[in-house]
């Protein structure tokens, strides 16, 4: 089964993105066959719409399952359309991430957790 994983970087070893649309990568992890694949999120920096076309993105690649911290609303129903499984609250590193799914330890969701447009950065952090 290919699942996703927002990712802040390009390595198992890095963090999990807490943001789904607005994440850096997505790893495509195949868990039949332990290999994955790293795609940027070109869309991550856009004005709008982002969560609706990393949705799109996943959908393409043939994703089962996203494994993220926050997904918002738009993303979620991209996603749900798709047939798409959605875990959200996912931290730690890729790896560690992929090792609970595996496991077992999470459960889908079965709404957005985050409100819309809530991954622009607004003000100073």
């Given amino acids: 089964m290919k699942i996703a994983i927002t990712s802040t970087g390009m390595k198992l070893e890095d963090e999990v993105d807490p943001r789904f649309?607005?994440?850096?990568?997505?790893?495509?992890?195949?868990t039949d066959t332990d290999k994955f694949e790293v795609i940027e999120n070109t869309s991550a920096q856009?004005?709008?719409g982002v969560g609706i076309q990393s949705g799109q993105i996943m959908?393409?690649?043939?994703?089962?399952?996203?494994l993220t911290g926050?997904?918002?609303p738009n993303a979620f129903q991209t996603l749900q359309?798709?047939?798409?499984?959605?875990?959200?609250?996912?931290?730690g590193t890729v790896?560690?991430?992929i090792d609970k799914f595996k496991s077992g330890d999470?459960?889908?969701v079965s709404q957005a957790n985050a409100s819309a447009h809530s991954g622009i950065k607004q003000g100073k952090q």
Avoid: H, N, P, W
């Avoid at 850096?24 to 195949?30: A, Q, T």
């Fill in 46 to 48: 856009g004005m709008g």
């Fill in 59 to 66: 959908a393409d690649k043939e994703v089962k399952i996203v």
């Fill in 21 to 30: 649309g607005r994440g850096r990568y997505f790893i495509l992890f195949d």
């Fill in 95 to 97: 790896q560690e991430a």
């Fill in 70 to 72: 926050s997904c918002g």
């Fill in 81 to 91: 359309a798709a047939g798409i499984k959605v875990i959200t609250g996912v931290t």
């Fill in 106 to 108: 999470y459960k889908t």
